[in-house]
């Protein structure tokens, strides 16, 4: 069977299963403005999702990223941005409600927030710690199926 993520928002928590064996769990933060699908809306869709693009292979922890190219790197400062820091998995929504996806730029992706980690916080896409988004981008290929759940 191949892999899969899913993306719980109740319990902030990211799996990666093969077939029925849980590979692995990671804490996550989702969006601090809840769920939804609207353009601009900030906040996280739900349903069955794809990884159509994966960024930042190779890259050191902490590269910063600005339209998905590296543009310089966080050096532990506290920052009220939002970065896309270290990698980043690109969705792509699978079904009618939430077929924007792709195009409102939801990642899955490091952050500069690691203490936020574990609450909702983002502006949409999905936060992991830097360590553990590259141990995640290492193990999963592009066309994985993601669902996120409230």
Known sequence: MPLRLEVSIATQRLQLWDGARLVKEWPVSTARA???FKEGSLRTPV???RIREKHGAGAPSGTIFKSRQPAGLWQGERLDDDLVLTRILRLEGLEAR???TFDRYIYIHGTNDEPGIGRPGSHGCVRLRNDDMIEL???VPEGTEVWIGE
């Open 47 to 49: 349903g069955q999702f």
């Open 34 to 36: 809840g769920v939804g």
């Open 98 to 100: 939430n077929a924007n």
């Open 137 to 139: 981008y290492d193990l």
